[in-house]
């Protein structure tokens, strides 16, 4: 009872919220607005709505080049030429000229990791291997449908290289469902794919299949790669960079093109050794031809 008289007593105007805010305005009135101090949180919140806007725009802009662009559009290419949308190199593209593949962090079916591709940087080996392949052929596929496509490669390629120890062969299956990227079920979806994997044979050569799971809208932008329902292929050097592509089901020229440039490949790694043998020497071969 006594609580209650002590609050009844307390004057009205006390309680009135705008006398509050008056109070607390007089208080900090006595702070200058030129204070370093608010100067510096009021240039951070301006940061911060610029940051934000910019990644507005950024998401605004890909959605807008994925609607652009759908599964209808890839149907019709694919009706078409049939995933075939362009010749793959007839030659092997210059060192000086590749562009590098772009990292990608992928899984292999007993959960391991590994990122590729597995490059030299000097004398720095980017992986926790210690031998650094020559040549690397990378097959990446994003439906069930391009899998034919990917095996029209990789069969000619395993069969050819399958006893030498320069070369790595990758299948990559992209897997961007946003649930199945996530526990338990991507561990799921991985026990599976050890369970149905099929047997190693004794070849040095393994044709090992992996997953990317996850978003890789950025990653496809990089390669430029469009359409999601044909197979694209890529040689890489052992320094990363692409080397020679194909794309769709393989013909035989092409065929006979990426195994010659494989086979480049292979010896261009020994030229540089024997050229750096030879750096005693006054003068190049091409001089002494000249001379």
């Not at 035989?252 to 024997?274: N, R, W, Y």
Request: glycine letters at 6%; charged letters at 25%; aromatic letters at 10%.
């Amino acid at each position: 009872m006594l609580r209650l008289k002590r609050l009844g007593s307390i004057s009205p105007a006390f309680l009135n919220p705008r006398l509050f805010f008056t109070l607390e305005e007089k208080r900090s009135s006595g702070i200058p607005l030129s204070l370093p101090s608010r100067r510096t949180s009021e240039r951070f919140l301006d940061i911060y709505e610029l940051g934000s806007k910019a990644a507005i725009e950024k998401e605004r802009a890909r959605i807008q080049d994925e609607m652009s662009r759908g599964y209808f559009a890839d149907i019709s290419e694919m009706k078409k030429h049939g995933g075939k949308i362009a010749m793959a190199n007839k030659i092997v593209v210059p060192a000086m000229a590749a562009v590098k593949f772009p990292s990608l962090e992928v899984n292999h079916s007993d959960d391991t990791t590994l990122k590729l591709p597995i490059t030299c940087n000097g004398n720095e080996v980017d992986s926790y291997k210690s031998v650094v392949p020559k040549a690397t052929l990378l097959c990446l596929s994003f439906r069930a449908s391009s899998q034919a496509m990917v095996d029209s490669w990789s069969g000619p390629f395993f069969e050819t290289f399958r006893n030498s120890e320069k070369v790595h062969l990758y299948q990559v299956s992209f897997i961007d469902s946003w649930l199945l990227s996530r526990n338990p079920f991507k561990w799921l979806m991985l026990r599976i794919m050890r369970r149905s994997k099929p047997n190693e044979g004794k070849d040095v050569l393994q044709r090992q299949i992996v997953y990317s799971f996850g978003d890789n809208y950025y990653f496809r932008k990089e390669l430029k790669i469009l359409n999601l329902l044909t197979g694209y292929i890529f040689l890489l050097d052992n320094f990363g960079r692409i080397r020679w592509q194909g794309y769709g089901s393989a013909t035989e020229e092409e065929l006979s093109s990426m195994l010659s440039c494989t086979s480049f490949l292979l010896q261009e790694k020994d030229v540089a050794k024997a050229s750096n043998t030879n750096l005693g020497d006054s003068k190049s071969p091409q001089q002494k031809r000249l001379a």
